[in-house]
């Protein structure tokens, strides 16, 4: 018996996968495609065990796919554009091609070794001209089509670096490298029309379109999209106030809240209002005003968290219903990119207004009684209220319910003539411009003739150049000697290249459909990209459940439009994985952040490895570069080999949620590879001295037979339900079984190993196909087919128990058909999911209802 190798074993056969080309696709119309993706890595210089769990993932579904007979796409490419490697160059001269691509050859390196079932023929970098090109098509035909388009709009400037930051280059208000407060400034930018798309983006949550997504993020989408009923109304000056040329009509606002509008107390409009910057025009102290909000911040966020705060103008406006006079303030809290930038304030039901109305010493009267409450005695009490209730102090309005009072204001006011009642939406329309060189070029011409023209398509790609200064901050396209200076494609006039460059984001919005077909001279082939899309299983981390879903969403309906694909939504289903976290380490004397390789723990205490030296144990974090938890995967597969590590990344926890990395863990998994290793080298040849496709009469119902067939089954369903660490618990199981049945034929025994080797397949693949040659099987196990279970085999012999703790469905249970109540309980009881919602408590009572449920009342 030879000791099992990795070393060697993992080598050969990810060599002979290249050789036989075993995962390389093509669209096959005879076969049910399947297309499994994960979120393509940003190649930020390493790839760390977070990283092999989510691919793993991937991988057993790619397999398991493949060997159910799909024709299975499952590609890899690098999201490779982005800031990290512009800081890098401005922080050691590197370039930022040559850093990116330099990282990608060491993490494509690391990703081989893993061994994952991955079609690498179709690998791209989205930093490739290759692959951009097709981007600045695409977007050439949006504008053409009315879905890109310019328009003024803020930016955060750093008037030191003398460039525009994005949001999160601004903390607390300053710029990221300069420290100084950053200004809002006005630049014309480019923006693609999601909002065209906001009713359907919305739509397809609801009508079974995303039936395979995870309700938490169509929540997350749907309120990100957010469409609100509200009303816009117009409250006009009242008399005697001296209004501004061109204001004459009064200010209009926009609520969601028309029921409250008795209790408006004062109206406010944003520092970025055209009504503001006309008032400032003559007065001093309000442009003074206007400046210091400008230099808080554009985010949401910054402006959310801000001190609220206001300036009182000379302005005030009549109350439509009862004509009392309402003070206009600029107030910071007042967004410009909203509504319509201008708001009544109703400080006795919104937290905001509660807060501005103290601080300004502005009247809070109330007007929805809540709930059972009295209208004679009631009163605020310290905050707002923000709940149900009745409209009260609201003459036509009193006596309605929230609901009803807003029909019947809205209904008012148009009647009135002041406004109507409108459907808006929070999202607004992507801005994709930036002024950073490691993006996408965006393929448009300044000419002072003739504006903004497009660049030709047979003039694509626009290219970046490759020398670029990054000594001084800025945008290094802008001053570039040569790169922006061209003819006008127009008039041949002088004109200007565009130096912004697209947001990352455009570039992982349609790569799913550049997987799927790679023409040379278009973005995808439709009639390919048809047959592959929707992708079918999506995974990734939940950090980007909105924004890059949603643009994606996006992307795919404005491709559709243009003639490219067919499909609406990209993604048919969608798992969200857990992270792996681990222990941080930091030196106790000087602070550092030590790497776990770095640091030996022994009975709780740790101490350095070089020299010994006291460790402090930190909080078990999400592995991060920052913190230097990461675990490398290389360490591991020299140690252990790829296997056990992605065995012990299935394993331990169920998918969707967190691992934390362990030595033990990974080492038993490096046990159990060896006990089946060790089970199979027994029995070499095996498969050649039976014929499985003849029945064994004298095999049949064997308690090892059995042991298979449930096998089979159970892992069959637990992989199409992404129970991934409950298949593995079967296959210890199974694994306990055939080693106790020395006695079992041959026929028996052959059908047991051969049905294991193609179980742990998609989970330690390396393994597997070492135990099928040697067991004598044809072929790669790569290619063979998925084991299918005979019911005849199962019948009967094991049911399945739902699991309930105080009356909710807690876990699962299998347990033999003739199982006593005792038993049943007893696997209830130490089931790891049910385990996890009754530890600590005291179990009451344990009510097994034969056939059906086990009850259990714990507290
Ligand atoms: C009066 C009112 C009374 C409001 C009340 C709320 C509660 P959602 O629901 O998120 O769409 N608002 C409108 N435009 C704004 C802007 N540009 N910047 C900041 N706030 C703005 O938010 C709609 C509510 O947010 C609107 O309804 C308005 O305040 C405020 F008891 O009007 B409300
Ligand atoms: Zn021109």
């Known amino acids: 018996m030879s000791r099992y190798n990795p070393k060697e074993v993992e080598p050969k056969w990810q060599k002979r996968w290249t050789d036989a080309r075993s995962f390389e696709t093509g669209a096959d119309k005879k076969k049910p495609k399947y297309y499994v993706l994960e979120m393509f890595p940003y190649p930020s210089g390493r790839i760390h065990i977070g990283h092999v769990r989510n691919y793993a993932m991937g991988d057993v579904i790619a397999r398991y796919k493949k060997a159910c007979g799909y024709n299975v796409l499952h590609p890899m490419g690098w999201d490779a554009f982005g800031m990290p490697a512009e800081n890098a160059a401005m922080q050691t001269g590197s370039h930022p091609a040559k850093w990116t691509y330099g990282n990608i050859d060491i993490m494509r390196g690391q990703l081989k070794q893993m061994g994952l079932a991955i079609d690498w023929a179709r690998e791209f970098a989205t930093c490739d001209p290759s692959y951009y090109v097709h981007q600045q098509r695409l977007f050439l035909e949006f504008w053409e089509a009315g879905l890109a388009y310019r328009k003024e709009s803020l930016v955060n400037w750093d008037p030191v670096d003398q460039t525009v930051l994005a949001n999160e280059q601004v903390i607390d208000g300053k710029g990221w490298r300069s420290g100084a407060p950053v200004e809002r400034r006005k630049l014309s930018q480019w923006f693609l029309k999601i909002t065209d798309y906001a009713e359907d983006l919305l739509a397809a949550l609801d009508d079974g379109r995303l039936s395979g997504w995870p309700d938490n993020v169509k929540l997350m989408q749907k309120n990100w999209i957010g469409k609100s009923k509200g009303l816009r109304m117009r409250f006009p000056f009242g008399d005697g106030t001296k209004t501004p040329a061109g204001f004459e009509d009064g200010v209009e606002i926009f609520t969601t809240r028309p029921d409250t509008l008795f209790g408006a107390s004062f109206i406010a409009i944003s520092p970025d209002h055209p009504l503001t910057a006309k008032l400032a025009e003559t007065d001093k102290d309000l442009a003074a005003f206007v400046a210091e909000c400008a230099s808080a911040g554009t985010s949401e966020e910054a402006i959310e968290k801000a001190e609220k705060r206001g300036y009182k103008t000379s302005l005030e406006t009549g109350h439509p219903f009862d004509g009392r006079k309402l003070p206009v303030y600029v107030a910071n809290f007042v967004l410009m990119g909203y509504g319509t930038g201008a708001i009544f304030g109703c400080p006795a039901h919104d937290q905001r207004d509660y807060d501005f109305a103290t601080k300004y010493g502005l009247a809070i009267p109330p007007v929805v009684l809540p709930e059972g409450a009295d209208a004679a005695t009631w009163t605020l009490e310290g905050e707002p209220y923000v709940g149900p209730g009745e409209i009260f102090n609201s003459d036509f309005l009193d006596g309605l319910s929230v609901s009803d009072a807003i029909a019947a204001a809205i209904k008012k006011i148009e009647e009135m003539g002041l406004g109507e009642g409108v459907t808006q939406y929070r999202l607004r329309d992507w801005g994709v411009s930036r002024q950073r060189y490691w993006g996408c070029p965006i393929p448009a011409i300044h000419c002072e003739k003739c504006g903004i023209v497009p660049v030709p398509q047979k003039d694509l790609p626009v290219e970046l150049p490759e020398e670029a200064d990054f000594s001084v901050p800025g945008n290094p396209l802008d001053r570039h000697p040569t790169w922006k200076h061209v003819d006008c494609p ?370």
């Open 490 to 859: 127009a008039c041949g006039g002088k004109g200007r290249r565009e130096t912004d460059t697209f947001d990352t984001f455009i570039d992982s919005s349609w790569y799913f459909a550049r997987f799927a077909s790679q023409p040379e001279d278009k973005p995808v082939d439709k009639e390919v990209a048809d047959y592959w899309l929707p992708v079918d299983q999506y995974i990734g981390g939940i950090e980007h459940a909105i924004l890059h879903l949603l643009y994606a969403r996006f992307f795919t309906r404005a491709m559709k439009k243009v003639g490219h694909l067919s499909v609406d939504e990209p993604f048919a289903n969608l798992f969200t994985q857990g992270m792996v976290v681990h222990a941080t380490f930091k030196d106790a004397e000087s602070g550092e952040w030590l790497l776990p390789e770095d640091v030996i723990v022994e009975k709780g205490a740790a101490k350095r490895a070089d020299n010994g030296k006291p460790v402090k144990i930190g909080a078990i974090e999400k592995m991060s570069k920052s913190k230097k938890n990461v675990v490398s995967p290389e360490g591991i597969a020299q140690t252990y080999g790829a296997d056990a590590a992605r065995w012990f990344m299935l394993s331990d926890s169920p998918p969707e949620r967190d691992v934390e990395w362990t030595d033990s863990g990974v080492e038993g998994a490096w046990k159990l590879i060896n006990r089946i290793w060790d089970a199979v080298s027994a029995e070499p040849g095996v498969l050649k001295k039976v014929d499985l496709q003849k029945p064994d009469a004298g095999a049949d119902n064997s308690e090892l037979r059995q042991a298979t067939h449930s096998a089979i089954a159970g892992v069959t369903d637990d992989i199409d339900h992404f129970r991934f660490n409950k298949a593995i618990a079967r296959i210890y199981e199974f694994l306990n079984t055939l080693k106790k049945a020395g006695g079992a034929s041959d026929w028996a025994r052959a059908e047991a190993l051969s049905a294991l080797s193609r179980l742990i397949a998609p989970f330690i693949p390396h393994l597997a196909e070492e135990c099928w040659e040697t067991l004598g099987g044809e072929g790669l196990i790569c290619d063979a087919p998925w084991p299918k279970a005979d019911p005849a085999l199962l019948a009967k012999d094991e049911i399945v128990l739902g699991v309930q703790v105080n009356g909710k469905r807690r876990g699962e249970i299998t347990v033999p058909a003739e199982a006593d109540n005792k038993a049943v309980e007893e696997a209830a009881l130490s089931d790891a999911d049910v385990k996890r919602h009754i530890d600590g408590k005291t179990i009451r009572k344990v009510v097994v209802v034969p056939g059906r449920i086990v009850n259990i009342v714990a507290n």
